[in-house]
């Protein structure tokens, strides 16, 4: 009962900080409460994405309403109802999983991955690509960003070892590529790698080496792109419906399953080649999919939403993979 109440109360302290945050983050942007409201909520709760930070609110409703004098919910691995882990663990072996909201998925790990003291924090970028990054010049933004997080985590702490893997490429797969091959200026597919490779070596000279340098002793991976849906892209027909769907929602499945899976592979070929170029781990993905019609896709029971993977199996297989980058083995 006692264990009940301790934790009712911290998720009330939890939703109370949260919805400050939230608060603070619409009517005060400006207010130097944000940023350290946003860097205690990101290290008790383990990940900077806004899905994490709301949870609390989600799981009081599920145990007060839902489930009263029951046994107490404490994580809902749901895309729709997020996630939020209790009590945070002490650690001294740290995984930050760093980049576009797959990171936050990939963060729902069990407890049996966590048997050696490794605790995975995320820094959520939000909804970022390489070519965005690229010709947005964020490098610099997303480097100082990533530090600050880092730095309160560990500060107090005993650190022995750890390790950045960094995930993008998704949304350039689901939506960038088919826009810019469809309706954007003309370029040819060749043409377009060549950008896309670009805007890689990008990424990499400039947030993935210069993360590694600033924290000598780290181990640094790149996740591969993780293959989207089966499911038929939205039907459009030109630049202007593209806009306009993406202000229903962002960054809509676009293209033939045909059409992604091509460009998933390509674009994994690129980043695999990269991290051998700078010395990185490439960090496998995909060979824990189901095939789906002679190729890998998310299916739908693994995917809450067909986009991220909420399959515990494949969440703890994907960590697994940095887990045994941090013993010495071989990606």
């Known amino acids: 009962m006692l264990r009940k109440i301790v934790y009712l109360a911290y998720l009330i302290k939890i939703s109370i900080i949260s919805i400050a945050y939230r608060a603070t983050n ?31 609110l989600t799981l ?26 209790w009590p945070r663990m002490k650690s001294t072996k740290l995984i930050y999983l760093i980049g576009d909201s797959h990171v936050e998925f990939y963060g729902r790990c069990s ?8 605790g995975p924090y995320v820094l959520w970028l939000g909804p970022k690509t390489f070519l965005g990054g690229y010709f947005s010049g964020l490098a610099n933004e997303w480097v100082e960003y990533c530090s600050k997080l880092v730095n309160y985590i560990e500060k107090d702490d005993l650190i022995e070892q750890r390790y950045f893997a960094f995930s993008l490429g998704s949304i350039d797969i689901r939506c ?3 826009q810019l091959l469809r309706f954007g200026p003309k370029i040819s597919f060749l043409k377009l790698m060549d950008k896309f490779e670009s805007a890689v070596d990008y990424f990499f000279l400039q947030v993935v080496c210069v993360m590694k340098a600033r924290y000598p ?23 202007k419906e593209i ?10 499945i676009l293209g033939t399953f045909d059409e992604r899976s091509a460009w998933c592979e390509d674009i994994n070929e690129v980043i695999s080649l990269a991290c051998k170029r700078h010395g990185i781990d490439f960090l ?48």
């Open 243 to 252: 806009k306009e769907l993406l202000k229903l929602r962002p960054y809509p």
């Open 176 to 178: 960038m590529f088919f």
């Open 26 to 56: 619409k009517y005060f942007p400006n207010s130097p409460w944000k940023l350290w409201i946003k860097l205690y909520l990101s290290k008790e709760l383990r990940s900077s994405h806004d899905r994490r930070h709301m949870s609390a």
């Open 111 to 118: 407890k049996v991955i966590l048997e050696d003291n490794f």
């Open 60 to 85: 009081l409703q599920a145990n007060l309403v839902h489930r009263p004098f029951s046994t107490i919910i404490t994580n809902l691995n749901d895309e729709n109802r997020s996630y939020l882990v």
């Open 217 to 239: 002793g780290c181990g640094v991976g790149v996740f591969e792109v993780l293959y989207c849906t089966d499911l038929p892209g939205e039907s459009v027909t030109s630049d």
């Open 284 to 331: 496998p993905v995909n060979r824990y999919l189901k095939v789906k019609d002679g190729r890998k896709a998310l299916a739908e029971e693994d995917s809450g939403d067909r986009f991220h993977t909420t399959n515990q199996y494949l969440i703890d297989n994907i960590l697994s993979e940095v887990v045994n980058c941090m013993r010495g083995r071989v990606c």
